[in-house]
């Protein structure tokens, strides 16, 4: 499958617990976004990682949400302690290239986080 | 704040008829992509427009980026179940990574 693989695409937590999404990029792409969209509304950037390092994670709350890529294995988008605001749907973008104009980006089919 | 502005929200009409759909800003986007997105999937490239005044098209898909780049249109031609929908824009600003989107418009094609 040459497509960016998350998974799960359904997940249910309590609140409080711990939620952890993840994302396999597309073969050979070592760039990975992340992004939250709502329902009605459109994507919101959160993090844009590289292979061991966080490039950008201007759009990640402080608190709660970390995110990390690393050298083997796909990258992981983690939220603790979740909150019934935390449910939406998450999705991962992967590029082949660096950080570069009109770069496309290949997206997954989401997880849908539900907080209960 | 970029604000990316879709409009209309939704739009329901039959098959065989054509529609146009806008993306509107008040800043300056160095290149503008849309997207189609279905239910329970992630959102799919369609085109990348990058100079002002630019035409693209995608069979019965017409896209135009607007001369100043800070709007954009998607036309569609004899219009068919098959491109209903939730088509969103996104854009750049400068060379920056990061894509700003609009909300989206729900396309739905009736037979």
């Known amino acids: 499958n040459a497509g960016v693989m998350q998974n799960p695409r359904h997940l249910v937590r309590r609140r409080g617990q711990e939620a952890r999404l993840r994302c396999s990029p597309m073969k050979g792409h070592s760039h990975v976004y992340w992004y939250r969209q709502l329902p009605e509304e459109g994507l919101k950037f959160m993090v844009y990682l590289q292979k061991e390092n966080i490039i950008d994670e201007s759009g990640m709350p402080k608190e709660r949400f970390s995110a990390e890529f690393p050298k083997e294995g796909p990258s992981i988008l983690r939220i603790q302690q979740v909150v019934r605001g935390d449910s939406a749907a998450y999705f991962c973008?992967?590029?082949?290239?660096?950080?570069?104009?009109?770069?496309?980006?290949?997206f997954g089919d989401g997880t849908r986080l539900s907080i209960l | 704040t970029q604000l990316l502005e879709q409009s209309p929200q939704f739009l329901s009409i039959q098959e065989g008829e054509n529609l146009t759909v806008y993306c509107n800003s008040s800043?300056?986007?160095?290149?503008l992509q849309w997207y189609r997105q279905e239910p329970g999937e992630g959102p799919v490239l369609l085109v990348t427009v990058v100079t002002g005044g630019e035409v693209k098209k995608l069979k019965r898909l017409t896209f135009q980026f607007g001369d100043a780049r800070k709007d954009s249109s998607l036309h569609i031609t004899a219009a068919q179940p098959g491109d209903t929908g939730l088509y969103l824009c996104?854009?750049?600003?400068?060379?920056?990574?990061?894509?700003?989107w609009g909300a989206g418009t729900k396309l739905i094609i009736k037979p």
């Open positions: 973008a992967s590029s082949l290239k660096d950080v570069e104009f009109n770069q496309p980006q290949h």
């Open positions: 800043s300056v986007f160095s290149s």
């Open positions: 996104a854009a750049r600003v400068d060379s920056n990574y990061q894509l700003i």
